[in-house]
């Protein structure tokens, strides 16, 4: 397989554009249409509901109380040409054609607004008469009700899947870069790597041709998925699911068992992978924690959770439609407002959202394989009454000494993560934490304007852009390590440069162990600081890499946010960086948070959440400034339309 089918962060889609929401405030490519919301040019209190079918172009546009629309007789009404649009700004125009499937022009240029409607008028399409307007303006009403939901300060894991909006160009083709290029710096291959990795390519391969009727070749790979685990005390159990999921009978209880199995091997490959990190850090990790009871959760909509995903796991991506995807809705709907659901919700949505970019299967070039496989057995597996865990385990006091911001971003989340030191008031070793917010947002609000949503309820993320510590009394901490933040145990410290922490205090810090359901090798975000390296960029493929002591180390370009003045060009002409140790696709490669570059012969810090806090930057101020404008939209829109 390539490289992009075994990464686990995988981009499969790109992020929505930034535009203006007055005319058009909702737009979508779901359900086997282009469908939206377009305002009324006389009344402010109506909107239209517009809709395009996917390969006939039928339309439909009519109120929201379903009155037809008067322009509408014969041809497309100027609110379908207004959704045409705008959805080109939103998505892009080749993404709007090949969803539509409409042929691209003879001379190959790029399609545009104007070409795609005059494309879908010359078809002389008809009248669609499916009456999706309920069901879209439902799901119009789902896209506002974002805003109204809290934000959580709990660690939310599965967002490490997500990355964020990004400020370089897309990587290059999948395999591409300089051969092996970490293996002298983090030692030699760990041993039985490669084999727990292969098993866990078996299942994932069985699952892309679904589990309804198994063909022979996913029956052999489902076998020698189950005979990696025969040693284990999962054999048994993993090799019943593996013969009923073979014979096309396996129900909820042996897909769980599946997922826990994959899970298990995956858990595996982490634990190597984290002793090799060990050993190129010197950092030691903490002892494995005592289970911490979790939250009550409601059991009907866990049920309903792994109904849906087992579902999916019968249908095989490459056969998904857009009325399996669309069971989700429902589901991830009732479960957003339920904090102990929260972090399940999140995941439901982010796996709903590209599975519904991605349909129909059949029309899939290559399939993300590995990253599918991990979002589905890890939404299983988080279907289990208190698998989540995550509840506080105590409380800390101390001095925190913030490195930098880990942004994570799906269609309808984002999440902050700042990693920092903790000096505790007690004097004993300084030990490395995390602490976090995450909030749903529209899939319109991206890049530097997720800021504006996290700000208000994490003032950490002003310490980061401002370069202080802060000093935390009481604040209740996880076994993993993660500060569940609370405002009324912090205060405003003394100024604390990141690299002067890096240099002087992360050297000592120790680690907290990983929680048994977060070992996996896409979880792995080794703080770490690098200075002295040269850095090089190859000239095919575009890859970046460090050279440390005659040591050759990939950065990962591809993790720097567009929410903040770091671009990879600051990085490569750096001299120190603070970043994170990740492992994806079969090798290490360098995140970075932080870099020291010079400009005009001084010193000069850049940091990738820089903006977190505010900014007076000019990129980071138009850039919010959009969001400002698409939020107060939304919320007017909110205001007269959810809470009537």
Not at 16 to 45: H, N, T, Y
Request: charged residues 20%; hydrophobic residues 45%.
């Amino acid at each position: 397989m390539s490289e992009w089918e075994t990464a686990s962060t995988a981009r499969v889609t790109p992020p929505a554009r930034p535009r203006k929401l007055a005319k058009v405030p909702f737009v979508e490519l779901a359900d086997g249409r282009l469908q939206g919301v377009v305002s009324s040019g006389s009344d402010i209190e109506r909107v239209y509901v517009s809709s395009v079918a996917t390969g006939t172009f039928a339309y439909a546009c009519s109120t929201n109380n379903n009155r037809p629309c008067g322009g509408a007789r014969g041809g497309y009404c100027n609110h379908i040409r207004a959704l045409i649009t705008e959805a080109v700004l939103q998505y892009g125009p080749d993404r709007v054609a090949r969803y539509l499937r409409l042929d691209p022009a003879d001379d190959g240029e790029e399609p545009t607004a104007p070409g795609i409607t005059a494309a879908l008028t010359a078809t002389r399409p008809q009248p669609d008469g499916s009456k999706a307007a309920a069901s879209v303006f439902s799901r119009f009403l789902r896209h506002l009700a974002y805003l109204e939901l809290a934000p959580a300060t709990a660690p939310s894991p599965e967002m490490h899947w997500f990355p964020p909006t990004r400020a370089t160009t897309p990587a290059p083709p999948a395999g591409a870069g300089p051969e092996d290029p970490e293996s002298a710096l983090l030692g030699a291959p760990v041993p039985g790597l490669d084999d727990a990795l292969d098993a866990v390519g078996a299942l994932d391969r069985a699952l892309v041709g679904g589990l309804l009727r198994p063909a022979p070749a996913q029956a052999a790979d489902l076998q020698v998925f189950a005979a990696a685990l025969a040693a284990s005390p999962l054999a048994a159990r993993t090799t019943e699911a593996a013969e009923k999921a073979a014979a096309g009978a396996a129900g909820e209880d042996h897909f769980t068992a599946l997922a826990a199995a994959r899970t298990a091997l995956l858990g595996s490959v982490h634990d190597a992978l984290t002793v090799r990190g060990e050993e190129l850090t010197g950092r030691t990790h903490e002892a494995d924690p005592e289970p911490v009871p979790a939250a009550p959760q409601p059991a009907n909509l866990l049920v309903a959770a792994r109904s849906w995903l087992c579902d999916l796991a019968r249908t095989g991506w490459r056969n998904l439609d857009h009325d399996v995807v669309a069971g989700a809705a429902p589901v991830v709907s009732a479960m957003l407002p339920e904090p102990s659901l929260r972090r399940l919700a999140t995941l439901l949505d982010g796996l709903a959202t590209e599975l519904a970019a991605s349909c129909p299967g059949s029309a899939l070039e290559r399939v993300p394989e590995r990253r599918w496989g991990d979002l589905w057995s890890r939404a299983m597996l988080l279907t289990v009454p208190g698998a989540a865990g995550a509840a506080p385990a105590g409380t800390v006091t101390g001095r925190l000494l913030p490195l930098g911001i880990d942004l994570h971003e799906h269609a309808t989340a984002t999440q902050a993560q700042v990693h920092a030191v903790l000096e505790p008031a007690d004097g004993s070793a300084p030990r490395l934490v995390r602490a976090g917010v995450s909030v749903p947002k529209p899939d319109t609000v991206v890049g530097a304007g997720v800021w504006q949503l996290l700000r208000p309820h994490l003032s950490l993320l002003g310490a980061v852009g401002e370069g202080r510590a802060m000093d935390v009394t009481d604040m209740p901490v996880t076994a993993e390590g993660d500060l569940v933040w609370s405002e009324e145990h912090a205060r405003d410290g003394e100024p604390a440069d990141a690299f002067a922490t890096a240099r002087v205090a992360l050297p000592t810090a120790t680690t907290a162990a990983t929680a048994p359901l977060d070992r996996h090798p896409a979880r792995i975000a080794e703080p770490v600081f690098l200075e002295g390296y040269e850095s090089h960029r190859d000239d095919d493929t575009g890859t970046l890499t460090f050279t440390v002591a005659g040591h050759r180390l990939v950065v990962d370009t591809d993790r720097v946010p567009a929410a903040g003045p770091l671009t990879p060009e600051a990085v490569a002409a750096s001299h120190a960086c603070i970043g994170l140790l990740r492992w994806d696709a079969g090798r290490f490669r360098l995140q970075p948070l932080a870099v020291e570059t010079t400009v005009r012969k001084k010193p000069v810090a850049v940091h990738a959440g820089a903006w977190a806090g505010g900014t007076s930057d000019k990129a980071g101020l138009k850039a919010e400034k959009a969001a400002t404008d698409a939020v107060t939209v939304l919320r007017e829109r909110a205001g007269r339309l959810l809470r009537k």
